[in-house]
């Protein structure tokens, strides 16, 4: 019973919330290192399931079993299995990212110099 207590009482917006004011608090340098980082995580767990449904049979395809140059580039994206995906994926969308946050920063708030 303790512990279905202690489940319903698990909030996530309350524990994101208390993220972001902790984050407010801090250096910029971390607010854009934890926006990586969240990001980052956001992208392995993407890219790990486009991996795994990479892994299905190419030759399926009637496109790819066509055009021997799809079905080359479907075995090249695949030889990385889903951890290659994954690992990929997260620094892509960690470091974009941390990069807009951070030239949104040094910009002073605004997104678009010209259009904001």
Known sequence: MAQQQGLAAFDPNRLKAQ????????????????TALGSGAQGAFIGYLLGSFSGLDPSQNPNGASNPQVNAQLQALQKGGPWGQAKNLAVFTGVNAGLQLAIKKARGGKEDVWGS
């Open 19 to 34: 993220l972001d004011d902790w984050v407010k608090k801090q250096h910029p340098a971390v607010e854009v290192a934890v």
